[in-house]
């Protein structure tokens, strides 16, 4: 008889994971998240100089994913309180921390000026004026980029597009108002206004709207320089950079996809009589999105005649919301049979009360039987970062591997713990 075969992932045996830390699991994979650093550093950062690049810690952010990549030499994106809270706990350098945000509360802009953090990426009026008030009161300058709407289509979900003209983020470049807000800013005592910055969506396979956006950035500059003597000193040209889900998907290559945006820079700024900015890149799920795994223990198994075969597992949406949310599509396998043919065609349910709840529709796999351990791939971007407690399900734990090495860095959330604010 065949002897059985298990998932190893990062040294780690898969199915000996679950049964030591319980299911569902999140599986981070250490070794992955540091060499996707360090291929930015090698790829971009040491390529061209004046560069920076910030991790999309909105992807996923523990205190120890922090750690990790600022000792791997890449700074940090926030978009609220709680992630810079959650940086500043970890020992991440304040200044190495860019804050975003649409709609920035008076805590958070207090807060960011508060903690010295390093760029605060504004996104309107209202937030600069706020911004300025506080700095003032405060004793301070800070130091800023406007966001503005390049008006790209970047071809990816709706939900995940960000660069388009009717966008809840960014100032518009119509009728002249990036240009009343840069002269604001210049008259403003309590901040510096150093740039400027745009994102154009996520899980982008293609650079068309990065170079499409940065033609529209700098001849912006161009004009801003000649109407109103500001002169461009750094460009964060946001991230987006997809990866592999399933079936043809690739992964995007970092040189491939950055080299003709940094030549059509270096080009246009020469042509426009530019100084080169600081380039900033914010990569999130690129660098944590196939770092992860989610374990999951099969229970019930329901076949439909004809129609369809369910096979049930201990999470769902309370931990992989995506495939609701965005039509997110994943692949996956039966860990503890690594070495079985694949025998039928099913659909993965997850156990929340929600017909939604369904994470893979029709992926063929192993026979499976209750007490299999399931392994879902790719899910270390936005699975843990939108987990939640819908149906009062607790929050998995996290689990970090290395070279045959785990070790736990997020608690299982208990039942008291879930319901320990409420009064």
């Given at each position: 008889?065949?002897?059985?075969?298990?998932?190893?992932?990062d040294?780690?045996?898969?199915?000996?994971?679950?049964?030591?830390?319980?299911?569902?699991l999140y599986?981070m994979?250490?070794?992955?998240?540091?060499d996707?650093c360090?291929?930015?550093?090698?790829r971009f950062?040491?390529?061209?100089?004046?560069?920076?690049?910030?991790?999309?810690?909105?992807?996923?952010q523990?205190?120890?994913?922090c750690?990790?990549?600022?000792?791997?030499?890449?700074?940090?994106?926030?978009?609220s309180?709680?992630?810079?809270?959650?940086?500043?706990?970890?020992?991440?350098?304040?200044?190495?921390?860019?804050?975003?945000g649409?709609?920035?509360?008076?805590?958070?802009?207090?807060?960011?000026?508060?903690?010295n953090?390093?760029?605060?990426?504004?996104?309107?009026?209202?937030?600069?004026?706020?911004?300025?008030?506080?700095?003032?009161?405060?004793?301070?300058k800070?130091?800023?980029?406007?966001?503005?709407?390049?008006?790209?289509?970047?071809?990816?979900?709706?939900?995940?597009?960000?660069?388009q003209?009717?966008?809840?983020?960014?100032i518009?470049?119509e009728?002249?108002?990036?240009?009343e807000?840069?002269?604001?800013?210049e008259?403003?005592?309590?901040?510096?206004l150093?740039?400027?910055?745009?994102?154009?969506?996520?899980?982008?396979?293609?650079?068309?709207?990065?170079?499409a956006?940065?033609?529209?950035?700098?001849?912006?500059?161009?004009?801003?320089?000649?109407?109103?003597g500001?002169?461009?000193?750094?460009?964060?040209?946001?991230?987006?950079?997809?990866?592999h889900?399933?079936?043809?998907?690739?992964?995007?290559?970092?040189?491939?996809?950055?080299?003709?945006?940094?030549?059509?820079?270096?080009?246009?700024?020469?042509?426009?009589?530019?100084?080169?900015?600081?380039?900033?890149?914010?990569?999130?799920r690129?660098?944590?999105g196939?770092?992860?795994?989610?374990?999951?223990?099969?229970?019930?198994?329901?076949?439909?005649?004809?129609?369809?075969?369910?096979?049930?597992?201990?999470?769902?949406?309370?931990?992989?919301i995506?495939?609701?949310?965005?039509d997110?599509?994943?692949?996956?396998?039966?860990?503890?049979?690594m070495?079985?043919?694949?025998?039928?065609?099913?659909?993965?349910?997850?156990?929340?009360?929600?017909?939604?709840?369904i994470?893979?529709?029709?992926i063929?796999?192993?026979?499976a039987?209750?007490?299999?351990?399931?392994?879902?791939?790719?899910?270390?971007?936005?699975?843990?970062?939108?987990?939640?407690?819908?149906?009062?399900i607790?929050?998995a734990?996290v689990?970090?591997?290395?070279?045959?090495?785990?070790?736990?860095?997020v608690?299982?959330e208990?039942?008291?713990?879930?319901?320990?604010?409420?009064?």
């Amino acid at each position: 008889m065949m002897k059985k075969k298990d998932f190893i992932f990062d040294g780690c045996n898969m199915t000996e994971l679950a049964a030591k830390y319980g299911t569902p699991l999140y599986v981070m994979s250490e070794s992955s998240i540091v060499d996707k650093c360090r291929e930015i550093k090698a790829r971009f950062l040491n390529q061209y100089p004046n560069t920076r690049a910030v991790f999309a810690s909105k992807a996923f952010q523990t205190l120890e994913v922090c750690r990790i990549v600022t000792r791997e030499g890449l700074g940090m994106d926030t978009v609220s309180g709680g992630e810079i809270y959650t940086a500043h706990k970890a020992g991440v350098p304040m200044e190495n921390l860019d804050f975003h945000g649409n709609n920035k509360t008076l805590q958070e802009i207090q807060m960011a000026v508060d903690y010295n953090v390093g760029r605060i990426v504004v996104d309107n009026r209202y937030e600069l004026q706020n911004l300025n008030q506080y700095a003032g009161e405060a004793n301070k300058k800070v130091k800023i980029l406007f966001r503005f709407t390049p008006g790209v289509d970047s071809h990816t979900h709706k939900f995940i597009t960000t660069g388009q003209l009717d966008s809840k983020f960014g100032i518009p470049l119509e009728n002249g108002i990036l240009k009343e807000m840069v002269k604001l800013a210049e008259e403003m005592e309590h901040v510096e206004l150093m740039g400027f910055h745009f994102h154009v969506g996520s899980q982008l396979s293609s650079n068309e709207a990065h170079l499409a956006a940065l033609d529209i950035a700098l001849k912006m500059m161009k004009e801003v320089k000649a109407e109103l003597g500001f002169e461009t000193k750094e460009l964060n040209i946001g991230g987006g950079f997809g990866i592999h889900y399933t079936g043809d998907e690739k992964t995007v290559n970092i040189s491939e996809f950055l080299d003709p945006v940094m030549e059509e820079l270096y080009v246009k700024c020469e042509e426009y009589g530019l100084s080169v900015p600081e380039i900033t890149i914010e990569p999130g799920r690129w660098i944590v999105g196939e770092a992860g795994v989610t374990l999951y223990t099969v229970g019930s198994i329901k076949e439909i005649p004809g129609i369809r075969k369910y096979i049930g597992i201990d999470g769902g949406m309370t931990d992989n919301i995506r495939p609701g949310l965005y039509d997110a599509k994943y692949e996956a396998l039966i860990a503890n049979k690594m070495n079985q043919q694949e025998t039928e065609v099913v659909s993965i349910a997850g156990k929340c009360c929600e017909s939604t709840d369904i994470l893979i529709y029709d992926i063929e796999l192993p026979k499976a039987e209750s007490g299999d351990i399931l392994a879902v791939l790719g899910t270390g971007a936005y699975c843990y970062a939108l987990s939640s407690n819908y149906n009062r399900i607790p929050r998995a734990a996290v689990v970090l591997v290395k070279d045959g090495e785990d070790r736990l860095i997020v608690k299982r959330e208990t039942y008291e713990e879930m319901i320990s604010r409420e009064i």
